[in-house]
């Protein structure tokens, strides 16, 4: 069994008998029929589109250039080849009532599921229209809801040319989508406020934002991620600003490796997950 994404709260994984949707608390099973098709070669990417208790909850599965859809608790796939080129999806988030998907190669996508499926592509551009190289080998990145805000957060590996261990998160929030000239502009932010933000550093899991973390003894505009050392499973990092971390593992994990790394779930009754009910996890099955 493969280890595809953590969305929603929930484990998705493919074998031989199809998807699996795993509630990591219940252990709770659902998965929709077998997909047959011709054009179903390959798995690129794979997301639930809203909660699974959402009446508007689907499994969106990519393959080649086919998109497959499938409605929680339907019996049945819908196939769909996207008007937009190439089409590849890494982060998948739900805002303002739209589905937003940050592709590979600095691609942005709105994603409209009704009345039928549509796919704006987007190019991503930073301040002042200078699209920056910030996607590296070596560099992960994650969407992720704070409020009325959409924010990129980046994992940068600082230093590599001089050997060095340094390494920073980056923030940066969506100020605008130009669908004349297919631009998704964004501008950096220097803080979080009163939000913090849980990341895995295995990309196939979603970034959970938290509000007021004070009142659970946390601290605000700061990023939570596993460390990998035994004395304390997780660490601590103020946004900006450059640490030192001896552990490739913030870097050689996730989509290139089929194991399921340490992340961060929350139940997935809280639409908005209460810091109270963030429980980090490790890999089963090792």
């Given amino acids: 069994m493969t280890f ?38 390959c798995i690129s990417y794979v997301t639930l589109t809203a909660p699974v208790a959402s009446a508007d909850s689907h499994l969106l599965v990519g393959a080649g250039a086919y998109l497959f859809l499938w409605r929680i608790g339907g019996d049945s796939w819908t196939k769909h080849s996207p008007k937009v080129g190439s089409f590849s999806t890494e982060q998948n988030v739900a805002f303002k009532g739209k589905t937003y998907a940050l592709g590979s190669f600095e691609w942005f996508y709105i994603i409209h599921l009704s009345p039928s499926l549509i796919i704006q592509k987007f190019k991503v551009v930073f301040e002042e229209d200078i699209t920056e190289d910030l996607y590296s080998t070596n560099e992960k990145s994650w969407l992720v809801v704070c409020g009325d805000v959409l924010l990129l957060i980046k994992l940068v590996e600082a230093g ?17 989508v130009d669908t004349m000239t297919k631009k998704a502009r964004w501008v950096k932010v220097n803080e979080l406020d009163n939000w913090d933000i849980f990341i895995s550093v295995d990309e196939r899991c979603e970034a959970l934002p938290c509000m007021n973390p004070k009142g659970w003894g946390g601290r605000s505009n700061h990023i939570y991620f596993p460390s990998y050392q035994s004395e304390k499973p997780w660490a601590v990092v103020q946004l900006w600003q450059k640490c030192y971390y001896h552990s490739t593992q913030l870097f050689n994990t996730g989509r290139r490796y089929l194991k399921l790394e340490s ?21 089963v099955g090792d």
Wanted: with cysteine; glycine share 6%; net charge positive.
């Fill in 4 to 41: 595809l994404c953590c969305s929603y709260g929930q484990l998705i994984f493919y074998d031989n008998n199809g998807f699996h949707i795993v509630n990591p608390f219940s252990g709770t099973k659902v998965g929709p029929p077998f997909l047959q098709s011709v054009h179903f070669t």
């Fill in 160 to 176: 590599r040319r001089m050997r060095s261990e340094a390494f920073q998160f980056m923030a940066f929030k969506l100020e605008s």
């Fill in 263 to 283: 992340t961060w779930v929350f139940p997935a009754r809280f639409l908005v997950p209460s810091c109270d009910d963030l429980t980090a996890v490790s890999a």
